[in-house]
């Protein structure tokens, strides 16, 4: 993915980069009730927004986060 460091729209570079993750929560399957809310995380994708309204093309699910994300993991 394009990894961005200021706004093209704006050159704010206070980016935020929005993350769409996905929980694998356990319910009982005879009774409904949660078991836990899930420990593993999946990262479907995410994209960088400005508050200028501008956002980046999201990843797909297959392509790896911006490093700035990953090196923190
Ligand atoms: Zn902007």
Do not use: D
């Not at 399957?29 to 927004?49: E, M, R, V, W």
């Amino acid at each position: 993915m394009n990894q961005y460091e200021e706004c093209p729209e704006c050159g704010n570079k206070q980016l935020i980069i929005e993350g769409e993750e996905v929980s694998r929560p356990r319910y009982s399957a005879k009774t409904g009730k949660l078991i836990s809310k899930g420990h593993c995380f999946h990262t479907n994708g995410c994209q960088y927004t400005c508050c200028c309204g501008w956002f980046s093309e999201p990843t797909k699910y297959h392509e790896s986060l911006p490093e700035i994300i990953t090196n923190r993991r």
